[in-house]
């Protein structure tokens, strides 16, 4: 017994009768056999469906037939004008467009984990590394893989190597850190970038025409941005440990 509710009435029981499917029906069905059945049933012609699908008309139909055979009951009407879907098969058709839709979602899906990609991007990144790569890659790989979605995440140099090594972003792109916070993380180099320094009119350094590290290493410096701190300081205390002074940023603007 099932209730059904009609628009303005009250609750009122009414009995329902499905038709049993031997256990047996399902074993020799194939996808091809649902995949002739939706053809027909959307077209509901059997000539317009063979054609659609590239198949015999007499073939298509014989495959019909053997499905209905194999589940005992009649899932089209036929006509001098063409077919009608019977109960049965108004029932059944939208059970095997839903099968074959999970089908050729699997499959997507499936091929895409097999080619690399992902529903999501996890993708790190230091400042100002984002405004030199990022945009062109991200717009290049969109085009390649345009049903995945890229989410970009503004970290620190320490921050990017904990969210790569436990997994949540699928890649970064930074500075290769010094020390052991990189242990363990494998690094591409996709590019270089030289190092500038800026200075005060009337700097003593002016007046030299190369400046080294030894003279750079008792000076005060600025950075921009406190993520960019991190990777420059471990930068410079990699290059000014020779000279004997590794010396932190004094100054923020």
């Given at each position: 017994?099932?209730?059904?509710?009609?628009?303005?009435?009250?609750?009122?029981?009414?009995?329902?009768?499905?038709?049993?499917?031997?256990?047996?029906?399902?074993?020799?069905?194939?996808?091809?056999?649902?995949?002739?059945?939706?053809?027909?049933?959307?077209?509901?012609?059997?000539?317009?469906?063979?054609?659609?699908?590239?198949?015999?008309?007499?073939?298509?139909?014989?495959?019909?037939?053997?499905?209905?055979?194999?589940?005992?009951?009649?899932?089209?009407?036929?006509?001098?004008?063409?077919?009608?879907?019977?109960?049965?098969?108004?029932?059944?058709?939208?059970?095997?467009?839903?099968?074959?839709?999970?089908?050729?979602?699997?499959?997507?899906?499936?091929?895409?984990?097999?080619?690399?990609?992902?529903?999501?991007?996890?993708?790190?990144?230091?400042?100002?590394?984002?405004?030199?790569i990022l945009p062109r890659a991200v717009a290049q790989f969109q085009k390649s893989a345009p049903g995945v979605k890229v989410v970009l995440h503004d970290l620190g140099s320490d921050e990017l190597c904990e969210k790569l090594r436990d997994g949540f972003l699928h890649l970064?792109?930074?500075?290769?850190?010094?020390?052991?916070?990189?242990?363990?993380?494998?690094?591409?180099?996709?590019?270089?970038?030289?190092?500038?320094?800026?200075?005060?009119?009337?700097?003593?350094?002016?007046?030299?025409?190369?400046?080294?590290?030894?003279?750079?290493?008792?000076?005060?410096?600025?950075?921009?941005?406190?993520?960019?701190?991190?990777?420059?300081?471990?930068?410079?205390?990699?290059?000014?440990?020779?000279?004997?002074?590794?010396?932190?940023?004094?100054?923020?603007?």
């Open positions: 017994m099932f209730w059904h509710r009609i628009a303005g009435s009250a609750q009122r029981p009414f009995s329902c009768c499905f038709h049993a499917f031997p256990a047996q029906s399902f074993e020799a069905m194939e996808l091809r056999h649902l995949r002739y059945f939706v053809a027909v049933g959307q077209a509901l012609n059997f000539t317009k469906a063979a054609m659609r699908l590239h198949l015999a008309q007499p073939a298509l139909s014989r495959q019909v037939s053997d499905l209905e055979d194999e589940l005992g009951v009649d899932l089209l009407k036929r006509t001098s004008h063409g077919v009608l879907l019977t109960s049965e098969g108004k029932l059944f058709l939208e059970f095997a467009r839903g099968i074959l839709q999970g089908v050729d979602d699997s499959v997507t899906k499936v091929r895409a984990m097999a080619r690399g990609e992902f529903d999501e991007l996890q993708v790190g990144y230091l400042p100002p590394l984002d405004m030199h970064a792109v930074m500075i290769r850190p010094s020390g052991t916070s990189g242990v363990g993380l494998d690094f591409e180099e996709v590019g270089s970038y030289p190092f500038f320094v800026a200075m005060a009119p009337g700097h003593p350094l002016l007046r030299m025409k190369t400046i080294s590290v030894e003279a750079l290493a008792s000076q005060l410096w600025s950075s921009l941005h406190d993520e960019i701190i991190q990777s420059i300081t471990g930068y410079c205390k990699t290059s000014f440990r020779p000279c004997g002074r590794i010396l932190p940023p004094r100054a923020t603007a």
